[in-house]
C-alpha cells in the first residue's frame, strides 16, 4: 500500500490514509504520505474509506483485505 500510495502522491493525486487509533499508537507503519485520518475503530475504518474514497485497489493480502473487499462492493 505505501509504494501505491506514494506513487499516487508523487503524480499528483490526493492521498488520505485512514487508519484505526490502535494502531496509529503502535506506530507499526511508516510515515503516511497526504494526510491522515484516524478512527476509533476497524469498522469505522471501513465507513471512512466508503465516504472519503472515488477509487477502490485491492492489494493482496489477507482476511481482513477480504472483508474490506466485500463491504465496498456491496
Do not use: C, W
Not at 501505491?4 to 503524480?11: D, H, I, M, R
Amino acid at each position: 500500500m505505501g509504494s501505491v500510495s506514494t506513487a499516487a502522491f508523487l503524480g499528483g493525486r490526493q492521498v488520505l490514509g485512514i487508519i484505526p487509533k490502535a494502531l496509529a499508537k503502535v506506530d507499526i507503519i511508516r510515515k503516511t504520505v497526504g494526510e491522515e485520518l484516524q478512527v476509533s475503530t476497524v469498522s469505522k475504518r471501513m465507513n471512512a474509506m466508503f465516504d472519503h474514497a472515488n477509487v477502490f485497489i485491492a492489494l493482496p493480502g489477507g482476511l481482513g483485505i477480504l472483508e474490506e473487499k466485500f463491504y465496498i462492493s456491496t
